[in-house]
């Protein structure tokens, strides 16, 4: 059973910077894949980035792109989420998602992005 912990700073003023980390804890094996998905109230849930074991493939939402980096520790089965020149409207709920033989999701951060 792996169970996914999360953890960062949750409130931040537009403009200002956060930062999300995410590990698998119960289980030896390393990452596949690491991500993050967001959803505000009211709207859908949108991709936001996710990674692979060794960085192979990184990807990010258009929403996010330039402004959030996403990275992995894989030593640390860690995964951390950057975010940059935060806009109000990246205000939701942030779930991380991980692949370890199957996929195993934490359970979300609120982030809030005030004027």
């Known amino acids: 059973q792996v169970h996914v912990v999360e953890s960062g700073e949750t409130l931040v003023q537009a403009g200002g910077s956060l930062k999300l980390s995410c590990s698998a804890s119960?289980?030896?094996?390393?990452?596949?894949?690491l991500g993050w998905y967001r959803q505000a109230p009211g709207k859908e849930r949108e991709f936001v980035a996710d990674?692979?074991?060794?960085?192979?493939?990184?990807g990010y939402g258009n929403s996010v792109k330039g402004r959030f980096t996403i990275s992995l520790d894989d030593a640390e089965n860690t995964g951390y989420l950057q975010m940059d020149s935060l806009k109000v409207e990246d205000t939701a709920v942030y779930s991380c998602f991980l692949y370890i033989n199957r996929t195993w999701w934490g359970q979300g951060t609120q982030v809030t992005v005030s004027l």
């Open positions: 119960g289980s030896s094996s390393p990452i596949e894949t």
């Open positions: 990674i692979t074991k060794g960085a192979e493939f990184i």
